[in-house]
């Protein structure tokens, strides 16, 4: 709940719901942070994620921000799980409504974190005469191919390791394991790879996630939270696509204890040419700016 009053709830046109709040009557200095939130899984209702809004055992963003001086402003989306496309739109058009209620600003500032940080760093490219800078945490900027690949390779190299423990592929998840994940099969995944930390270190080491593999409990943190993706976000993402994303058709994997026959026997896929590109010309950032963006990736 944010200091300062909420001066306007509302709904979108595109049925995205957005909140503004501004200071304390006069303390307004003039500016708006606009904030893009992170990933919601698809199945959720569309609505603004709460939980993502206040900062670890701290106040809420919009708290810190009137608090400041800026006016705040943030939208759901008018869809869950991929949603980048829709995120840049939809904060285009809430700055519009800021515009219409409350003038306009000196200078309007947008900040996200995961999906929202690719959503800021897209915005920021392509709507300079909108942003006079942005703040992009932990997202998916630089290579969106290569982030849909390294959850993928975590997938089939934990398949590889214990097949049929997860139903459905990399590229598609059955609804009861979507359903049933936090419930029957997180609790399967994490006895399973806890039942043998030789086998976590090696999954971890061949599919490059960054952390590190002697650290069991870090370990299986990162693999549960990169398998929560590929069963949460496969589906939504081969849907808004336009086609399956995933690619390991070439990739030669390496770090395990036979490398060889993993090779052999870990599942391929090749990626449709509509999603591959749909992602080029929609999801990949160019690294040509005209206005400062601070890129701040995982601590």
């Not at 390791?161 to 009861?176: M, R």
């Not at 939270?225 to 949460?232: D, H």
């Amino acid at each position: 709940q944010a200091a300062g009053p909420l001066r306007e709830e509302g709904r979108q046109e595109s049925g995205a719901v957005y909140r503004i709040y501004m200071p304390a009557q006069g303390a307004w200095n003039g500016d708006l942070v606009v904030y893009a939130h992170g990933y919601v899984p698809p199945q959720a209702p569309v609505g603004i994620p709460d939980d993502q809004m206040s900062l670890p055992g701290g106040p809420s963003l919009a708290e810190v921000t009137t608090a400041l001086g800026y006016a705040f402003a943030v939208t759901s989306y008018r869809t869950n799980g991929l949603a980048v496309p829709e995120g840049v739109a939809d904060i285009l058009d809430l700055v519009q409504i800021f515009q219409r209620g409350h003038g306009q600003p000196h200078h309007v500032y947008l900040a996200g974190v995961s999906e929202g940080g690719l959503i800021t760093a897209l915005a920021i490219e392509r709507h300079p005469e909108v942003f006079a800078g942005g703040l992009a945490v932990c997202g998916p900027v630089g290579d969106f191919r290569q982030q849909i690949n390294y959850i993928g390779d975590v997938r089939v190299v934990f398949d590889y390791f214990y097949p049929g423990l997860l139903p459905g592929s990399p590229v598609n998840v059955p609804p009861e394991v979507i359903n049933g994940w936090a419930a029957t099969y997180r609790p399967k995944v994490e006895a399973a790879l806890r039942a043998k930390p030789e086998v976590v270190a090696q999954i971890v080491t061949v599919a490059h996630v960054p952390v590190n593999p002697g650290n069991l409990d870090e370990a299986v943190a990162a693999l549960e939270n990169l398998l929560w993706y590929s069963v949460m976000a496969t589906n939504d993402g081969v849907a808004k696509l336009g086609g399956q994303p995933f690619d390991n058709s070439d990739r030669v994997y390496a770090g395990s204890r036979d490398d060889a026959s993993l090779n052999r026997g870990v599942a391929r896929f090749r990626a449709d040419v509509a999603a591959v590109h749909r992602m080029q010309s929609q999801y990949q950032t160019s690294g040509r700016l005209r206005v400062p963006l601070v890129l701040m990736p995982r601590l």
